[in-house]
């Protein structure tokens, strides 16, 4: 079974600043895909960013980027010009392809951003 | 913008209850899921739907959870009765194909509290 591991419960970070999240997974398989989720407080869940495991170069997307280290299973996110819309509890998941496409999802990280 | 929309929000009933929640996905999205998140815990998928069909409900308390997707549109699912244990958020989503790599784009859930 793949299991996701988020070790920070909480974090915090100035506003303009960086932070970084971690998230390490367990699986056999060798395609899959990875996923960072927020969940800003009172608000639906949405993407943030994605990685596809056979891909060697790490995702952006604007202000987000991943470091995705396969054979340690390390999945982290990195947040640049932290803003206080960052705040928000976020998600590390995994699918893996060929499955039932359903996303196991870490414990998360309860982010905020100070000003 | 589509959203998926679920109700009710809140929902407040005693144990041995029966209650029902209900989920529009976005228009066109084929695949529908099921999640519940408790409290300080990611989410974990109860039932996933390809159109009407059932993809998975490994995971679903068949005893007293039931879940459909009739027209393959708008889905509902059921807790009868409903125990203490119960209590969580119960999320929708829903993605265009049951590709790993879809995004699956979230409801703002129903958080039920069950007395």
């Known amino acids: 079974a793949q299991t996701v591991t988020q070790s920070q419960p909480e974090m915090s970070v100035q506003e303009a600043e960086t932070v970084t999240l971690s998230c390490t997974y367990d699986?056999?398989?060798?395609?899959?895909?990875l996923f960072w989720y927020k969940q800003p407080p009172s608000r639906q869940m949405i993407l943030v960013i994605r990685?596809?495991?056979?891909?060697?170069q790490n995702a952006t997307e604007n202000r987000f980027s991943v470091n995705f280290q396969k054979a340690a299973k390390s999945f982290s996110l990195k947040i640049s010009d932290s803003q206080l819309g960052d705040t928000a509890m976020y998600f590390c998941?995994?699918?893996?392809?060929?499955?039932?496409?359903?996303?196991?999802f870490g414990k998360g990280t309860k982010l905020t951003v100070n000003p | 913008e589509a959203e998926v929309a679920q109700s009710p929000r809140y929902k407040i009933t005693e144990k041995s209850q029966a209650v029902a929640f209900w989920c529009d996905p976005i228009?066109?999205?084929?695949?529908l899921y099921w999640y519940r998140q408790i409290l300080g815990q990611g989410p974990e998928l109860l039932v996933q739907?390809?159109?009407?069909?059932?993809?998975?409900d490994s995971q679903l308390p068949k005893d007293r959870f039931s879940a459909e997707r009739l027209k393959g549109v708008d889905s509902t699912l059921k807790i009868q009765p409903a125990e203490l244990g119960d209590s969580a958020m119960y999320l929708c989503?829903?993605?265009?194909?049951?590709?790993?790599?879809?995004?699956?784009?979230f409801g703002p859930g129903t958080r039920l509290l069950v007395l």
């Open positions: 989503a829903s993605s265009l194909a049951d590709r790993g790599l879809e995004t699956q784009y």
């Open positions: 699986t056999s398989e060798s395609n899959y895909y």
């Open positions: 990685q596809e495991a056979y891909k060697q």
């Open positions: 998941a995994f699918s893996f392809q060929g499955g039932s496409e359903k996303l196991v």
């Open positions: 228009s066109g999205h084929a695949t």
């Open positions: 739907f390809q159109d009407e069909s059932v993809v998975d």
